[in-house]
């Protein structure tokens, strides 16, 4: 029974080992974001999203782009910007493009009518994402992803 004890328990010890070591390229220190390590990029899929934009207010910034981030190309019009923002909203147990959450209130203020769509895979997960201007919440997701998005003349209130 001790020799079967000691054995998970090594077992155990192991593994934890092997995720620490493996995870810890990953993380920086002293804040819950999570970075991909840009020397270990290469290993890791990359970041790829497609973003169509509409009714911006600015004909320059209106229709599709494509963006991949973690090695940075694409034919979006600030792709290094974009994905430095994205890299900074990208925290452990949060989406950056998450909907508003059910029952959230929210102020009356119309922002425009621009939209987006954004779809693809940012940090091994699925997106597929609207974006629009109608209140003051939704104001605030979109202007939480410029430069992916393009900023519009009017703010979301602070």
Known sequence: ???????????????????A??????AVAGTDHVRTDRARAHHAPTDHLTVTVAES????????????????????PSP?????????LTTWGKDPFAPLPRGTHCTMQYGGPASAHV??????????????RENGCEMRRWDALVPLLPRTGMRAPS
């Open 57 to 76: 207010g600015d004909a320059a910034a209106e229709g599709t782009y494509e963006l991949y981030c973690h090695p940075t190309a694409g034919d979006h």
């Open 1 to 19: 029974m001790l020799i079967r004890r000691l054995a998970l328990t090594a077992t155990a010890l192991t593994s934890v080992l092997a995720c």
């Open 21 to 26: 070591t493996t995870a810890a390229p990953y």
């Open 119 to 132: 779809r693809g895979v940012w940090a091994g997960r699925p997106v597929d994402a609207h974006f629009n």
């Open 80 to 88: 290094e910007a974009a994905c430095d923002g994205l890299d900074e």
